[in-house]
C-alpha cells in the first residue's frame, strides 16, 4: 500500500502565530482566552498545558490579559473586554482582519451586506455583530429568503470552499437581476490551498484520511470535497480513530489535515496507518 500527502496541508501560518503568541504571554502572567484559539482538542489541552485558561463567557474571565482567538471578533465585543477593564491581546488571522475590513468597506459604500458562511461559527458572528442588518447565507435556498436590495456587498467566511462562494455569488445575481452584487473575495489562501489540494489527492485514492478537530469548519470542507472524488473518506482527530477495515484492499491512501491540526498529530495518524497495513511504501 502507498501513503501519499496532500501537497497542502495542516496547520496554517495564522493559527501556529497564533499558539505562539498565548505560549509567550502564557510565561509572564495568567491570560484568558476568549473562546477556542482553534477548533482542535489536541492543541487546546497543549495551551492548557502551558498555563493559557479558557473562558466561553467574559463575566467569568479572571484574568488581566484576555486573547481574541484566531477567528477573530467584532469591535463591538474588544470593546467591552476593553471596558470591562481586561487588557486585549489580538490573536486573529491578518486574513481574517482582511473579510473584517471588507466587509466594513462595502457597508460604508452604501451595499448591504451578505456573509457567506455558516451563521452559529465564531468568526462569522465577529464579521456581523456590528452591523445592524446583515444576512448570512450557505446554500441556495437561504438566498431565496433574502429580500431585495438595491445593492449587494458580500463577503465569505475565510474557510468556505471558493467554488461554493463562487456558486452562491452567482445564485444571488440571477435572483436578483435588478440589483447590484459586488463580492470580495475573502476566502484565504491557505484554504483555498488546502482545498485545490485535496481535490488532486482524493482523485488518485482509493481512501482519504483526514485529520481535524470535529469543530473545525475547514476540516469538514475537506472531507465534503473529498467525498466528491473518492468513495471512501474517514475524518480523524486522532489515531485512536482509525479502523483497520477502512483501509481492507487500498492500494493507495492519502492524508491530508485542517488549518489548525499540529504536525505532530498527522504523522501521528500516519504512524499508525502504517502500523495498520505494513508494508507501506511512502510517496
Known amino acids: 500500500m502507498k501513503i ?3 501537497e497542502h496541508m495542516g496547520m496554517c501560518f495564522g493559527v501556529r502565530d497564533a499558539v505562539a503568541l498565548a505560549k509567550e504571554h502564557a510565561k509572564n502572567k495568567p491570560i484568558t482566552i476568549l473562546g477556542e484559539l482553534v ?4 492543541v487546546l489541552r497543549d495551551l492548557r498545558s502551558h498555563g493559557v485558561q479558557f473562558q466561553s463567557q467574559l463575566e467569568n474571565v479572571r484574568t488581566a ?9 467584532s469591535d463591538q465585543l474588544i470593546n467591552k473586554v476593553r471596558q470591562q477593564g481586561h487588557k486585549v491581546v489580538e490573536a486573529t ?3 481574517v482582519h482582511f473579510a473584517h475590513r471588507s466587509l466594513r468597506k462595502l457597508v460604508e459604500e452604501g451595499y448591504y451586506p451578505v456573509v457567506i458562511g455558516k451563521r452559529d461559527h465564531v468568526e462569522v458572528r465577529g464579521l456581523t455583530e456590528d452591523f445592524s442588518e446583515c444576512d448570512v447565507v450557505l446554500n441556495a435556498e437561504e438566498i431565496g429568503r433574502i429580500k431585495e436590495r438595491a445593492r449587494f456587498g458580500v463577503v465569505s467566511q475565510t474557510t468556505q470552499p471558493v467554488e ?3 456558486q452562491l455569488v452567482g445564485v444571488l445575481n440571477n435572483r436578483f437581476p435588478n440589483s447590484e452584487v459586488r463580492f470580495i473575495d475573502t476566502v484565504c489562501q491557505p484554504t483555498k490551498q488546502r482545498q485545490s489540494s485535496v481535490v ?19 476540516t469538514r470542507e475537506l472531507v465534503a470535497t473529498s467525498r466528491l472524488y473518492c468513495g471512501r473518506v474517514h475524518h480523524v482527530q486522532t489515531s485512536a480513530d482509525l479502523r483497520e477495515q477502512w483501509f481492507n484492499s487500498a492500494e493507495i491512501v492519502g492524508i491530508t489535515a485542517g488549518t489548525s491540526t499540529p504536525d505532530s498529530m498527522i504523522e501521528q495518524v500516519e504512524r499508525a496507518i502504517v502500523q495498520i497495513s505494513q508494508p507501506a511504501v511512502f510517496a
Open 4 to 6: 501519499i500527502r496532500a
Open 164 to 166: 461554493k462562494v463562487l
Open 93 to 95: 488571522c491578518p486574513l
Open 39 to 42: 477548533h482542535n482538542e489536541t
Open 200 to 218: 488532486a489527492l482524493a482523485k488518485q485514492c482509493d481512501v482519504v484520511v483526514v485529520v481535524g478537530g470535529a469543530n473545525s469548519n475547514n
Open 65 to 73: 490579559e484576555v486573547m481574541i482567538t484566531a477567528h477573530g471578533a
